[in-house]
């Protein structure tokens, strides 16, 4: 009830496509949905979150969207880059606590 | 955004020495710190959580006596491998919670000979 499955695990688009990931959780506990974007060698980066309140959520080419019926959460990246290509995890916390669940993770490859 | 910084950023030892990774949140509190390690192409495994004035609370199946941690300050937080091994060889991520995020440090590449 801990998990938060990712998919895909791997992801090639090109250039100027949209690129999508979903997460999918099972302990409606959770009220924290984020998403980290990793460079090889790097920490990860908080891309963006959102909170179960609201279904759509939009910074830049970037936005999430939450099912909490469904219990699902996804990211679109609208227009990619190559720079975008990176691993992106999604994950998720509960009420303050700030121990996030992590999911496996999708390996991006941006196509130019 | 908030940063934590971490350091080093690599350390290559040889086996059964020990090492000390820090991690600092550089412009902000933080009362609890995060501890992981990453294997490649893996996601991110928590180990423990820093407190800091008290004990940190370790994950299930993390030697407490081989990660010691040690939340000194506010701001610091210190990972200190003890009889590094080869299997030790990881990269090693802390983060620090502001508001609703979590800050990621830049990692620590540990490589043991």
């Known amino acids: 009830q801990q998990q938060v499955k990712q998919s895909p695990q791997s992801l090639i688009v090109q250039k100027g496509g949209i690129s999508i990931i979903n997460c999918a959780y099972e302990n409606t506990a959770f009220d924290y949905f984020p998403w980290y974007q990793q460079f090889p060698g790097k920490g990860p980066a908080l891309l963006i979150a959102i909170r179960p309140d609201v279904s759509e959520k939009k910074e830049g080419r970037f936005t999430i969207s939450f099912n909490k019926s469904a219990k699902q959460f996804s990211l679109h990246i609208m227009d990619s880059q190559p720079g975008d290509s990176a691993t992106y995890f999604c994950a998720a916390s509960r009420g303050g606590n700030y121990q996030l669940i992590w999911g496996a993770g999708t390996k991006l490859i941006i196509k130019p | 955004g908030a940063v ?25 509190q933080a009362t609890t710190m995060f501890w992981y390690r990453q294997f490649p192409k893996q996601s991110l495994m928590l180990m423990a959580t820093s407190n800091e004035g008290s004990k940190a609370t370790y994950e299930q199946g993390v030697e407490k006596d081989k ?12 990972l200190t491998v003890t009889s590094a091994h080869p ?8 983060s620090a919670p502001l508001m609703d995020t979590q800050y990621f440090g830049p990692g620590t590449r540990l490589t043991v000979l």
Do not use: M
Request: hydrophobic share 35%; glycine share 2%.
């Open chain 2, 67 to 78: 990660f010691l941690i040690n939340h000194a300050s506010l701001t610091l937080s210190t």
């Open chain 2, 87 to 94: 299997e030790d060889s990881s990269f090693y991520i802390c």
């Open chain 2, 4 to 28: 934590v910084s971490q350091h080093p950023s690599r350390v290559i030892c040889k086996s059964g020495t020990s090492v000390k990774i820090e991690c600092r949140s550089l412009d902000f």
